[in-house]
C-alpha cells in the first residue's frame, strides 16, 4: 500500500511564527505535492515538486516556500503565519502522471 | 473558465438507489482522470481512474469517460449510506500538474 504520512494532524500556531509541515511517501514517487483546502474552495495547490531540488509555484505560492532535499520528503514552510493561513493542509504523491496519493492532512489553526 | 467544474449539489439518493456525478473539463488535452472520495475532516481517497474513452467498471462503481464532449462521470451503484460524502473528480494535462473540482456532495437516505 502507498503510504504518504504527514507530520501533525493538529497544530496550533501564533501569529507570526516560522511553521514547518513535513510529508513523507514510501513509494519512491517522483512527484509530491501541497495543497490546502478550504471550505467552498476546493483543492488549490501551492507548489509542487517531480525531483529531487525542484519545484515549481502552484496556484497559491505567497506567504509559502518549500524544501525537497530527499526524494522521500518534501516540506512545506509558512515563513511567518497569518490568520488567513489557517486551513487544511494536504500532501499528495504521485508517479509521473498517474493517480495522486494522499497523506491524513495536518489541520493547522494560526491565532 | 475553470479547468475541472463539478455540480456542488448537494446531490440526495435514496439507498439501493444508482447516484450519478458529473464532471465537465475543459482542455482536450487532458489525458487521465480520477474520482476521489472526501468523507468529512478526512483526505481524498482514490477511488477510480480512468484513461481511455468508455465505462470502467470497478464492483458498485463505474466511471465513463468522454473525451469528445469532455465529460466524465461516476456512476454508483446500489448505493449505501457509507457512501456518502463529497466526490473529487481530478484531471492531469500533459505535465505533472493536477487539476481538482470543487467537489460533489453525496448523501444516501436509508
Known amino acids: 500500500d502507498v503510504k504518504v504520512t504527514q507530520s501533525s494532524r493538529y497544530l496550533v500556531k501564533r501569529t507570526g511564527e516560522k511553521v514547518f509541515l513535513e510529508c513523507v511517501q514510501d513509494?519512491?514517487?517522483?512527484?509530491m505535492f501541497w495543497y490546502r483546502q478550504d471550505p467552498g474552495l476546493g483543492l488549490r495547490l501551492i507548489y509542487f515538486?517531480?525531483?529531487?531540488?525542484?519545484?515549481e509555484k502552484g496556484d497559491i505560492p505567497e506567504g509559502y516556500s518549500v524544501s525537497r532535499e530527499k526524494k522521500e520528503r518534501f516540506s512545506l514552510i509558512l515563513e511567518s503565519a497569518s490568520t488567513n493561513q489557517t486551513s487544511m493542509y494536504l500532501c499528495?504523491?504521485?508517479?509521473?502522471?498517474?493517480?495522486?496519493?494522499f497523506g491524513p492532512g495536518t489541520r493547522l489553526t494560526v491565532l | 473558465q475553470k479547468e475541472v467544474e463539478q455540480n456542488s449539489g448537494p446531490l440526495s439518493v435514496p439507498e439501493g438507489a444508482i447516484a450519478s456525478l458529473n464532471c465537465t473539463y475543459s482542455?482536450?488535452?487532458?489525458?487521465?482522470f480520477f474520482w476521489y472520495r472526501q468523507y468529512s475532516g478526512k483526505s481524498p481517497e482514490l477511488i477510480m481512474s480512468?484513461?481511455?474513452?468508455g465505462d470502467k467498471e470497478d464492483g458498485r462503481f463505474t466511471a465513463q469517460l468522454n473525451k469528445a464532449s469532455q465529460y466524465v462521470s461516476l456512476l454508483i451503484r446500489d448505493s449505501q449510506p457509507s457512501d456518502s460524502a463529497t466526490y473529487l473528480c481530478?484531471?492531469?494535462?500533459?505535465?505533472?500538474?493536477?487539476?481538482f473540482g470543487t467537489g460533489t456532495s453525496l448523501t444516501v437516505i436509508p
Open positions: 499528495a504523491s504521485s508517479l509521473r502522471r498517474n493517480e495522486q496519493f
Open positions: 513509494m519512491d514517487h517522483e512527484n
Open positions: 515538486s517531480y525531483d529531487v531540488k525542484m519545484k
Open positions: 482542455d482536450r488535452g487532458s489525458q487521465s
Open positions: 480512468i484513461y481511455s474513452n
Open positions: 481530478a484531471v492531469n494535462k500533459a505535465g505533472n500538474q493536477f487539476y
